[in-house]
């Protein structure tokens, strides 16, 4: 008895001291927008991730083929990194948009104008040169374009500022009540573009007087700021083994609790995920080496397998080594779902929420899997993610050997097989609590209804 109590007394204290930060993280709406702006972008990216693939499929002479066929003079496999730098290259413009759309429905003005504004003002503050060396020369010269190092993953940042921001401008000149009100008889479409003038007129004065203050200090514009000063710290923090297991051990802890714990750590680091992912992809292009483990492909794919917990990994003890009718059923249904990451069945239906002897494995064995895959791609014995982009469903191996070769493949499998042995002697115990509470009911022979019976 006093054992439950102290259980019950720590669990308290946890849900006392994470619920309000994860109700903070989960309602607010700047996260919000960051998180649903990024996924404007993730149809994009893995379209040009599929492309990304067939022209660096890792087989050799595949690539050889690609690269030494022309068509009009020039390679498939150019033909293919078009596909990739239209999505890849220009990422950070679907991002901005996205973001300025769904924080604009957050703060309950016209998302379509809320998405124009944050682009609008993310151009205003881009130096639209480029650098160029003339062949033949050792001195650059800039030349007026767009510079794609700016539309791809380093303009993320500051494009994230520009949309909260412009939004933030436009929705207060829109509370000021200064917008043109057009008689009643105007077509809506035309009587919204003409309310609009004046908060992006507003709009493009703020943000004209920050380029021109900008350009009188030493960093000459504002992207340079942003990105040396912001995004270059935090990529770097981010691309830490210590910062990953803490990401993760936060996340699960809130699992614990029910509340979907990745969705909220992901509207914070996602996005510094994404510009490693980028960097990387890019340096693949380049045929350089990869720069960073850390990204948003070594925690989508080599984290957890079956979703959050790892819990794939469960899956195969309850089918294979528990005796008990309940988890035995529950892994039968939960089996599909989980090769396609999807564990809620599990999680809830086990369950793991709030058992605190389910806790200790699935909060253990994402953390071992950080670890060893991190440091079998220090040394090198499995190659670094490329940065390709997969649909978060796609089953292990398959996506072990795309991203990582036949050796990501092997350390996927590796894995599985470790988490099941973390796991066993933990629904072992619960095994036989359910054993005894089936024979119990079936010694009693009552006919007495419980929702405790339903199987899912």
Known sequence: MQENRMKNSLMDTFESKLMPIAKYISTNKYLMAIRDGFLVSMPLLVVGSIFMLISNFPVQAWINLLSNTNIAGTSISSYFSNITNATFSIMAIFVVIGIGYNYAKEEKVSPIFGAAVAILSWFILMPFTTEYIPEGSSTAIEVASIPLQWVGSKGIFIGIFCAFISVRIYKWVEDKNWTIKMPSGVPPTVGQSFAALFPIAMVIIV???????????????????????????????????????????????????????????????????????????????????????????????????????????????????????????????????????????????????????????????????????????????????????????????????????????????????????????FIKVVDKQYLKDESEDSDSGTDDFSLDDLSL
């Open 207 to 425: 943000f004209f007087l920050i380029r021109v203050l900008f350009s009188l200090t030493s960093w000459g514009n504002a992207f340079d700021f942003v990105y040396k000063i912001l995004q270059m710290p935090l990529q770097k923090v981010g691309d830490t083994l210590g910062a990953m297991l803490g990401i993760y051990l936060f996340a699960h802890i809130l699992w614990f609790f029910g509340i979907h714990g990745t969705n909220i750590t992901d509207s914070v680091f996602r996005p510094i995920l994404y510009a490693l992912s980028a960097e990387n992809l890019a340096a693949l292009q380049a045929g350089n080496p990869l720069p960073h483990i850390i990204n948003s492909q070594f925690q989508d794919l080599f984290a957890t397998y079956g979703g959050g917990g790892s819990t794939l990994s469960l899956l195969i003890i309850m089918l294979f080594f528990c005796k008990s009718k309940r988890i035995k059923q529950l892994g039968k249904l939960a089996i599909v779902p989980g090769i396609f990451e999807i564990n809620e069945p599990i999680i809830f239906g086990l369950p793991i929420v709030l058992n605190p002897i389910m806790a200790v494995p699935f909060i253990l064995t994402p953390m071992v899997n950080i670890l060893i895959s991190y440091i079998t791609m220090r040394i090198g014995i499995v190659p670094i993610c490329n940065g390709v982009i997969m649909p978060w469903t796609t089953p292990p191996i398959i996506s072990g050997f795309l991203s990582s070769g036949w050796q990501g493949a092997v350390l996927q499998i590796f894995l599985i097989a470790l988490g099941a042995l973390i796991y066993y002697p």
